[in-house]
């Protein structure tokens, strides 16, 4: 199989989101159920919880990413009603967190785990972190992925207002496991490691996803198919895409809808190849 660097450049893009899940600033209070380790489950509200589905970056703030955006927290704030005194809850204690819609609907989820990464030696490292990540794709694997829109200059000074992609940081998560394991750990990746992204994959991908038989055995195939998806159609994709935003940029005049409408395309094309081996994964493992 071909490196993975490819797959880098494919690690762009967002989920299907509205323009009030892009992150601009704290909310004060969130609307949300709690899942309790024990069962149990709280109703009410979480203040300074940071529930959009993805945030702005200037692609200086990489570094630490779970812990910069507070996925990776000790204590959160809860509040039985608006104006209720704060109970903390360790994380320890909790097992999922649900954003309601204001019609209590359920809009996100957010799971704990445990992250695990691979070195590269090929070794599987425990990062000793505990965080809460959004769910993407449920199932025997889980996906679960921070998506970060990068900003730059427009001109030679001042601050980011530039749009140019998105980051979408992937988790994978086997159901039964408590671990997840980050396939490409944008903490780790430079410029000295890039050729080893290709064993890093395959080897997150094997533990993540061990406890099915029925998909190891055919794991070399699988990532075989998985990089000439992206491969074969990548030029077309790329054409079609790329004609999509051309057709904004004409027909938009307000520069923030046209960023967010070129956004949306991006989601479109760049999530497709983990959707996708979550997909063939739950297929095959669905005993």
């Known amino acids: 199989m071909k490196k993975l660097s490819v797959l880098f450049c494919f690690i762009f893009s967002v989920f299907a989101f509205s323009q009030s899940d892009i992150y601009f600033g704290k909310k004060k209070l969130v609307s949300a159920e709690i899942i309790l380790e024990n069962g149990t489950a709280k109703k009410g509200f979480l203040q300074d919880f940071q529930s959009q589905r993805f ?3 200037d ?13 990776e927290t000790k204590q959160f704030k809860f509040k039985e009603e608006a104006g209720s005194a704060v109970q903390p809850i360790n994380i320890d204690d909790v097992k999922r967190i649900i954003v309601l819609n204001t019609d209590g609907s359920e809009r996100l989820i957010y799971d704990k785990m445990k992250l695990r990464t691979i070195n590269s030696k090929n070794e599987v490292v425990d990062l000793d972190k505990t965080v809460i990540l959004p769910l993407e794709q449920e199932g025997k694997l889980n996906l679960y992925g921070i998506t970060v829109a990068v900003y730059g200059n427009s001109g030679m000074s001042g601050s980011p207002t530039k749009y140019l992609a998105t ?6 998560k086997s159901a039964n496991s408590e671990y ?11 410029i000295f490691n ?20 029925e998909f190891q055995s055919d794991i070399n195939e ?5 990089e000439k998806r992206l491969t074969k159609d990548q030029k077309q994709m790329y054409y079609d895409k790329e004609e999509k935003k051309k057709q904004i940029r004409k027909n938009t005049k307000d520069k923030a809808e046209e960023d967010f409408l070129q956004m949306k395309i991006d989601a479109e094309y760049g999530m497709e190849p983990y959707l996708k081996l979550v997909e063939d994964y739950n297929k095959k493992c669905n005993r």
């Not at 050729?195 to 038989?213: N, Q, R, V, W």
């Open 222 to 226: 699988t990532m075989k198919l998985f």
């Open 59 to 71: 692609l200086q703030s990489f570094g630490g990413i779970e812990k910069l955006l507070k996925y």
């Open 194 to 213: 890039l050729g080893k992204l290709e064993a890093k994959f395959k080897k997150a991908l094997e533990e993540s996803t061990k406890d099915c038989p």
């Open 167 to 172: 980051l979408f940081i992937p988790y994978l």
């Open 55 to 57: 945030y702005n970056s």
């Open 180 to 190: 997840a394991y980050l396939p490409f750990d944008i903490n780790r990746i430079n």
